[in-house]
Every structure is written in structure tokens, then in C-alpha cells.
């Protein structure tokens, strides 16, 4: 397993959570980590994306100022912090691997597992 996202639950509307996601290293240290998510019946959504190298970010518009990317290489992790969650943040969320800070889904071509997040009222 190249990429692990792990950290989602039951929250509710308010609370913050933090996701992470594993990496290996040796295989992504020259790209860049993103994070989308998917709700039932809408199309896989761009969050935020930051490169292993140097830290360099890019977000989306819809979570600036809520969600927070930041990376630890001493444990090859990369962490998706999320404050002030609501009922439509609930979805799958998922880590990916791209060479650079791209915000097209088909531009990753490697994929964790997927995490669920689920916000209620």
C-alpha cells in the first residue's frame, strides 16, 4: 500500500477533525499529495494539494480558511486538519499522488483507500 488515508468518523456539525495520509516516501517524495472527496451521487471534489518538497500548497476556493494541509516527513504523513465541519462536508475522503499541484482528478494517478467523514446536524 503506497497511500493510506485514515483518521475519519462521526463528527458533529462544528467539530474539527484531522485525516491523515501515509505515504511512502521513496515513491512520492518528488510529488505532490492532494486531497478530494466524493458525496454520494456527486462527482469526486478538489480540496487542497501540497507538494512533498518544499510544502508549496494550492486550495480550493470552497475550503480556504476551514481545512488546513501540512505535511510531517519524519513520519511520511500528510494531514488534511478540518475546523468548523458541516453535514455537506460528509463524504469519502481520499489522498492522492500527482507530479505537480493539480486540481483534475485525472491528473493522479495514485490513490488511498478512502476515509469517511460523516457530519451530522
Known amino acids: 500500500v503506497q497511500l493510506q488515508a485514515s483518521g475519519g468518523g462521526l463528527v458533529q456539525a462544528g467539530d474539527s477533525l484531522r485525516l491523515s495520509c501515509l505515504a511512502d516516501?521513496?515513491?512520492?517524495?518528488?510529488?505532490?499529495i492532494g486531497w478530494f472527496r466524493q458525496a454520494p451521487g456527486k462527482e469526486r471534489e478538489f480540496l487542497v494539494v501540497i507538494r512533498w518538497s518544499g510544502g508549496s500548497t494550492n486550495y480550493a476556493n470552497s475550503v480556504k480558511g476551514r481545512f488546513t494541509i501540512s505535511r510531517d516527513n519524519a513520519k511520511n504523513t500528510v494531514y488534511l486538519q478540518m475546523n468548523s465541519l458541516k453535514p455537506e462536508d460528509t463524504a469519502v475522503y481520499y489522498c492522492?499522488?500527482?507530479?505537480?499541484?493539480?486540481?483534475?482528478?485525472?491528473?493522479?494517478?495514485?490513490w488511498g483507500q478512502g476515509t469517511l467523514v460523516t457530519v451530522s446536524s
Open positions: 492522492a499522488a500527482a507530479q505537480g499541484l493539480y486540481i483534475d482528478y485525472v491528473d493522479y494517478d495514485y
Open positions: 516516501r521513496r515513491t512520492f517524495s518528488s510529488r505532490a
